[in-house]
């Protein structure tokens, strides 16, 4: 790219009626975050044509970007005014300004100008000066600078929510593309020491989460060691204005939480659960206190426009540090400086068996420079988590019977060999077909039959309650947690002469964070032998990991969640409840406030149009289950 440093500069010019004076008296500073704001990173990326409004040019996107994934280009104009949509407070405010513009010719002659407006600030048209485009070359980009006075930088770097900025072109007519891109501060990290931001959460039951910007930052949890301790969080912060989001997430009993933040030793946050919530009694689960503040921190280092693209064959799922964005690629973070973790999962769906995923991930550094991410130029992720899973056959049941009000002998389950060569193709084929490309690739299972247990039958002491403490016990079958991720415990719920016992137990569940109790209740599947009832088990497991040793959070009713979240068996066209666990598998569920575990959720599409929150075991597939 080549650079024009040369430049004209005024503090302000008649011609545009520029000044900067002192604030109106009925004029007030903006304290917050206006809602619906344009995002900073597309409007001075020029992502978006809608971002700029143009005066005398006609305007289209372009893919021939200086940084990002589109310019804006201009065409059949001699003259031409650019107006961007209103901003607010920017971050890494510096003494000057630049912008990249890629001419179709080298130009005869013509000029670019910029201005600023801020009118809650008492900025007015405030002229930087304007740079002579004679040295452009053709089709490559130039850098054009313009130093910011003073005042004005005095004024970026206060609360707003009304910047605007103006470009003006003055060229030969052209009928070709000029190409506007990039405008940001250069000349390195704002004046003055970098701000120190500080974090102290206090009380925390059961989760609370901490987002700076929409980016989740941390999730503390009930007796958590730095609960109560006051940390540096400084690296979360970008210069300018910066929302600070806190929620509580409870999942039974009692809530409480509160959050403390300084910049610079000075106290700027200081607040906690309301007694209305919490204050010693039950509450509802999910997110019962949710407040966002406007921090300001205009001594850190700027953010900066991270361009996240890729040729996945559709655009794909972004994450940051292993958590879901909601954003789609192409797309263009806005991050402070600092080491992240971007990942992005594409994928294909075609129920009832035809689905793939990939997963594709980058460390990358941001510094003092926008950035681009090609999340494709590198391979996707290997498989990360290998699920050992014991197969253990149980010859004989014994089951209840009612009018006896305990366990029969002559109500035995005896299993058959059959019955065990059909559960493992069954599990071999959800593995294939569901659980790994569920996973984006990330994970799978293997399976090992242990030889079945001939002496010791497992026992229903009352209908659906089965005595798995008795049977390990005497199998002497405890140690096997310890050698495989998760111990099937499989019986039968037929006869030695295939008739079904008497009342059978429909029943499976999941204990003890390793283990599974599976009957022959839920073997009879389709001919594509997929087994969502197997799958659903297994995901009982990876959530009690989630939540338990990693400590994070799995929404209202975990995987029993769905309808309170908007899936519903068969939703999307897919079987059973898929869609929620493929999802849920992703970190993709959406959670919002207002979800209830007594209330069932409108049906969503395939995204979710908002979310408060993300959650699912996605951690957890990409890290590894039970890690040492």
Not at 1 to 17: D, H, K, Q, V, Y
Not at 181 to 201: C, I, Q, T, Y
Not at 313 to 319: D, L, N, S
Not at 601 to 611: D, L, M
Request: glycine share 10%; net charge negative.
């Amino acid at each position: 790219m080549r650079r024009l440093s040369f430049m004209i500069t005024t503090s302000c010019a008649l011609a545009l009626g520029a000044c900067v004076q002192a604030p109106e008296a009925d004029e007030q500073p903006v304290g917050q975050v206006a809602q619906g704001l344009a995002d900073p990173a597309s409007v001075l990326g020029f992502e978006s044509v809608a971002d700029w409004t143009v005066a005398g040019a006609v305007k289209s996107a372009s893919s021939s970007a200086s940084q990002g994934a589109s310019a804006l280009a201009l065409r059949n104009f001699a003259f031409a005014e650019l107006r961007s949509a209103p901003l607010t407070t920017l971050s890494g405010v510096t003494s000057k300004l630049a912008f990249d513009l890629r001419a179709p010719v080298p130009p005869d002659f013509g000029n670019a100008q910029l201005s600023v407006d801020i009118p809650s600030r008492g900025v007015h048209s405030a002229y930087l000066g304007q740079v002579s485009l004679d040295e452009l070359d053709a089709n490559v980009y130039g850098t054009l600078s313009f130093d910011v006075p003073p005042s004005v930088v005095s004024a970026l770097q206060q609360t707003y929510s009304d910047l605007t900025f103006k470009i003006v072109l003055n060229v030969p007519f052209t009928s070709a593309d000029y190409l506007v891109d990039n405008l940001r501060f250069v000349g390195g990290e704002p004046p003055g020491e970098a701000s120190k931001v500080e974090l102290r959460v206090s009380g925390v039951d059961d989760r609370l989460v901490v987002s700076v910007n929409g980016l989740q930052r941390r999730m503390f949890h009930l007796g958590e060691a730095s609960v109560g301790q006051r940390i540096d969080v400084s690296g979360w912060f970008g210069g300018g204005a910066n929302d600070v989001r806190v929620q509580l997430l409870n999942t039974g009993g009692p809530a409480t939480g509160g959050v403390e933040l300084w910049v610079d030793d000075q106290p700027v946050v200081s607040e906690a659960c309301p007694a209305t919530v919490c204050n010693g009694l039950d509450v509802r689960t999910g997110i019962v206190w949710d407040r966002t503040f406007s921090v300001a921190t205009p001594n850190r280092p700027a953010f900066q426009p991270v361009t996240v693209t890729g040729d996945g064959g559709a655009p794909g799922k972004v994450y940051v540090n292993d958590v879901f964005t909601g954003r789609v690629t192409p797309t263009t973070l806005s991050l402070p400086p600092g080491d992240y973790r971007i990942g992005v999962g594409f994928s294909s769906e075609l129920p009832p068996r035809d689905y793939t995923g990939s997963f594709f991930e980058q460390q990358v550094t941001v510094a003092a420079s926008p950035l681009n991410v090609d999340i494709t130029s590198t391979p996707p992720l290997p498989l990360q988590e290998e699920t050992r899973i014991a197969i253990l056959p149980i010859r004989n049941s014994i089951n209840h019977v009612a009018s006896l009000g305990g366990p029969d002998p002559s109500n035995t389950g005896v299993l058959f060999d059959a019955d065990v060569t059909a559960l493992v193709a069954q599990v071999e084929a959800t593995n294939e077909l569901w659980f790994e490309p569920l996973s984006y690739g990330l994970a799978r299972w293997t399976v090992e039959v242990l030889p079945t247990i001939e002496d010791v039958p497992i026992i229903e002491q009352n209908h659906d309650g089965w005595d798995t403490t008795r049977f390990i016990a005497e199998a002497d079958t405890g140690s096997l947690a310890s050698q495989y991720d998760m111990v099937v415990y499989f019986f039968s719920q037929h006869r030695a002469d295939g008739s079904p016992v008497e009342r059978v137990s429909n029943i499976a569940w999941a204990f003890d964070g390793t283990n599974i109790g599976f009957s022959t209740s839920f073997t009879s599947v389709g001919s594509d032998n997929l087994n969502a009832g197997f799958l659903h088990e297994t995901l009982h497991n990876y959530e009690s990991y989630n939540q338990n040793v990693l400590h994070l959070y799995n929404g209202i009713e975990g995987l029993h969640g769905a309808e309170q979240h908007g899936y519903y068996n068969g939703s999307n066209g897919e079987v059973d409840y898929l869609h929620f666990y493929r999802h849920f598998m992703r970190g993709q569920v959406a959670e919002l406030g207002a979800m209830r575990s007594n209330l069932k959720w409108p049906a969503i599409g395939e995204v979710a149009p908002s979310s408060d929150l993300y959650l699912g075991v996605f951690p957890v597939l990409r890290h590894g289950f039970r890690v040492p």
